[in-house]
């Protein structure tokens, strides 16, 4: 598996990796990947996976770790890293999560929307 080491990834569909939810400690989602199996060749051979698994231990983290197909080792998220926190359930503000290359198409917005909204 490279460098993503023990971290199993399991392929869900042409352009999505499932990381299970069990793959480390104290996850409290699964962690998907969107990549081509080009990609995927790349992914595996650098630590950005494991990124998306410690994503997965956050505090109030909903539904899943996602990465995008620009994945690659960033500082503490990888790069193309997602992930939404509900406040309510403990969950954390992380605009760490957007990392040092802030302004590369990732954005962080606070609003007073509704969801319903």
């Known amino acids: 598996m490279g460098k993503t080491?023990?971290?199993p990834i399991e392929r869900i569909d042409e352009c999505r990796w499932r990381i299970p939810k069990?793959?480390?400690?104290?996850?409290?989602v699964e962690g998907v990947i969107y990549?081509?199996?080009?990609?995927?060749?790349?992914?595996r051979?650098?630590?950005?996976?494991?990124q998306v698994a410690n994503v997965a231990t956050?505090?109030?983290?909903?539904?899943?770790s996602l990465a995008m197909p620009d994945i690659h080792w960033g500082y503490g998220f990888c790069i193309g890293g997602v992930a939404?926190?509900?406040?309510?359930?403990?969950?954390v503000v992380s605009p760490g999560g957007?990392?040092?290359d802030i302004n590369c198409g990732v954005r962080?917005?606070?609003t007073n929307l509704k969801a319903e909204d």
Not at 22 to 28: F, L, T
Not at 58 to 64: D, E, H, T, W, Y
């Open 58 to 64: 956050l505090p109030g983290i909903v539904r899943a």
């Open 35 to 43: 990549a081509s199996e080009k990609l995927m060749e790349h992914i």
């Open 108 to 110: 962080l917005l606070r």
């Open 45 to 50: 051979h650098e630590q950005a996976a494991e």
């Open 22 to 28: 069990d793959a480390r400690p104290g996850m409290r």
């Open 84 to 91: 939404a926190m509900d406040i309510a359930a403990g969950g």
């Open 5 to 7: 080491g023990d971290i």
């Open 98 to 100: 957007v990392g040092y």
